[in-house]
């Protein structure tokens, strides 16, 4: 299995600010065939269902926000919330759908 | 409007059987792979199996196979999760997702399995 490491587990930041979570696998997410990279991220508000906003690294998905902008490529990525909103406050995942899909361990935004 | 709706849940024993459903409207819901995933209570996501469009395919976590069985109705546009033999470690909200380009692109309201005696 592809292990996902993420980080930090959690981060407290003021309304404006910009936040970067890391996320690394373990092996390499770039598909030789195509060029893209096999990575998404997700939103979890409090009491809600996860949300996707990213996935082949940087493709954002439709109705997500622009500050919201993923990058990296091969085996790092980062979220960057650029002006984190108090809306933003949840738990982000990233994921490799490389293979077998799997997660992050998860990153918790609290808002100051 | 996408919409996909898990029912079945509840509390069960450890060794004992339940059935998920998950009703899917607002889409070709036979144009699309399915999945389930699980969340434990305050932790983390996790894939528990996935289906193919036509369902000829069905894929597993290791700690599930032989004890889950993942289904589709197309005619009945739903989703099903047979658990069988469930464990104390299989207590999660599960939640139905629709699956488009190996990512989870819409995600049911979860239903919660609660595996005590």
């Known amino acids: 299995d592809i292990v996902m490491t993420q980080s930090p587990s959690s981060l407290a930041v003021s309304a404006g600010e910009t936040v970067t979570i890391n996320c690394k696998s373990s092996?390499?997410?770039?598909?030789?065939?195509?060029?893209?990279?096999?990575l998404a991220w997700y939103q979890q508000k409090p009491g809600q269902s996860p949300k996707l906003l990213i996935y082949?690294?940087?493709t954002r998905e439709s109705g997500v926000p622009d500050r919201f902008i993923g990058s990296g490529s091969g085996t790092d990525f980062t979220l960057t919330i650029s002006s984190v909103q108090a809306e933003d406050l949840a738990d982000y995942y990233c994921?490799?759908?490389?293979?077998?899909?799997?997660f992050g361990s998860g990153t918790k935004l609290e808002i100051k | 409007e996408v919409q996909l709706v898990e029912s079945g849940g509840g509390l069960v024993q450890p060794g004992r059987s339940l059935k998920l459903s998950c009703a899917a409207s607002?889409?070709?819901?036979?144009?699309?792979?399915m999945a389930w995933v699980r969340q434990a209570p305050t932790k983390g996501l996790e894939w528990v199996a996935s289906?193919?469009?036509?369902?000829?395919?069905?894929y597993y976590r290791d700690s599930v196979k032989g004890r889950f069985t993942i289904s589709r109705d197309n005619a009945k546009s739903t989703l099903y999760l047979q658990m069988d033999s469930l464990r104390s470690e299989d207590t999660a909200t599960y939640y139905c997702?629709?699956?488009?380009?190996?990512?989870?692109?819409?995600w049911g309201q979860g239903v919660m399995v609660t595996v005590s005696s």
């Open positions: 997702t629709r699956v488009h380009w190996g990512v989870f692109d819409y």
């Open positions: 607002g889409f070709t819901f036979s144009n699309y792979y």
């Open positions: 289906i193919t469009n036509s369902g000829g395919s069905t």
């Open positions: 092996q390499s997410l770039l598909s030789s065939g195509n060029q893209k990279n096999y």
């Open positions: 082949l690294a940087s």
């Open positions: 994921q490799q759908h490389y293979s077998y899909p799997t």
